[in-house]
């Protein structure tokens, strides 16, 4: 039987807590409960809204844009913080499992990221992923969904060992908090899952339970 992902990501933040020293999950912890406390994940784009039409490049530098996908059917939104992140991979590698069902559902799967094109290549190749990895330079869609959020200093120290700035290409030290959006034909949000929380993601199986709900008629 296939474990789901929040199995899944349990038992690697658990792993992963045996191995860091206190003071770090400290630190750790308590930007955490900062950003959940900051509310910024309840302010995000929600169920209902429209969501603001983007082009960005794929990992070969193709664009692609929401409009063209939405041509095709409904879309399938996963913003991810980068390759560099275990938590991401898990939950990247849980959508590919599962992007036969959502090709089923007539839906197109996206992920999006601040990484360079040839980062987010890398990441499309390590994974073996077989959707679309964009490219969202200085994290512009990102915020145009709300998702945004600058590291706090005490965290980049933890984080210099991923090295950012080579990820993203820029110094900002900002990174979407993971979110994941079933987007409507008719460009509405119909389902989101979004938390501050890097370790907690949303389950395919509510992504495609989302996809398999009937569309609300047109002007309804």
Known sequence: MATDLATALRERRDAARGRIAAETLAIMDSATAELAASGLAERSLGVGDRAPEFELPDATGNPVSLSSLLAGGP?????YRGGWCPYCSIELRALQARLPEITRAAATLVAISPQTP???????????????V????GNVVARSFGLVFRLPEALRKVYAGFDLPAANGDDSFEL???ATYVIATD???AWRFADADYTRRGEPDDVIAALRAPEPAAGA
């Open 75 to 79: 879309v399938v939104l996963a913003f």
């Open 118 to 132: 040839d980062n987010s290549l890398s990441t499309a190749e390590k994974l073996e992923l077989a959707f679309p």
């Open 134 to 137: 964009l490219s969202d330079a």
């Open 176 to 178: 979407p908090i993971p």
């Open 187 to 189: 460009g509405s949000v």
